[in-house]
């Protein structure tokens, strides 16, 4: 779990978060894309970076650029369904923006008060100490652009359980099962 060389990474983090805050279930990253490539594969990576400067893995999702489409009578805001059906499959539109939604996998996490929520928009492969994906599409390099404006609002969708109550402080770094902790680095993300 680390950054990779410089620009091959988008990052955006939350101020402090004012209370203890636990997320439980799925969520979802969406976000206006503008790729060089007609698809691109994109991987969003969600942590905690604490007070303490020590920043702790929560989970991460998938998505395939031309694969984008939703399954509209399976999905719902907190946990989308891509169709993966062939008559779905749609080239990324050249030097315009395409709206990608990147679901996240289920997880069970206490942010702590003071912590901020990062995102982390990448290539897949590489940041995960135990396996990887065989194959990503396109092979080679691609220029890619997140938007975050008014007309173009990418998000973070997580599933916030209210009143669940977090009897400690900090856990040691490493210490949670399955979230590797490390020292925060932060990436300078270009906007474009």
């Known amino acids: 779990m680390g950054p990779g060389p410089a620009g091959t990474a988008a990052s955006y983090v939350t101020g402090p978060l004012g209370s203890n805050t636990t997320v439980l279930g799925a969520g979802a990253l969406r976000v206006w894309v ?3 490539r007609p698809s691109v594969d994109l991987q969003a990576t969600i942590s905690e ?3 303490d ?4 893995f929560v989970q991460s999702g998938w998505a395939r650029g031309d694969e984008r489409k939703l399954d509209r ?13 062939k008559r779905d499959v749609r080239r990324l539109p050249r030097k315009r923006f395409a709206k990608v939604t990147v679901p996240l ?3 069970g996490h206490a942010y702590r008060t003071g912590s901020r929520i990062r995102v982390t928009i990448s290539a897949p492969n590489g940041d995960q100490p135990i396996w990887s994906f065989g194959e990503t599409l396109p ?3 691609a220029k890619v652009t997140i938007a975050h404006s008014r007309k173009r609002p990418s998000r973070l969708l997580l599933p916030v359980v209210p009143g ?3 009897p400690t402080g900090l856990p040691p770094c490493p210490g949670l099962r399955a979230e590797p ?5 932060p990436i300078a993300s270009r906007m474009g």
């Open 34 to 36: 503008r790729s060089s």
């Open 49 to 51: 970076v604490r007070p």
């Open 53 to 56: 400067g020590k920043e702790t």
């Open 73 to 85: 009578r399976k999905s719902t805001p907190l946990e989308p369904v891509l169709s993966l059906r």
């Open 105 to 107: 996998y289920y997880q």
């Open 139 to 141: 092979k080679g390099t």
């Open 164 to 166: 669940p109550e977090v």
């Open 181 to 185: 902790c490390r020292d925060h680095r």
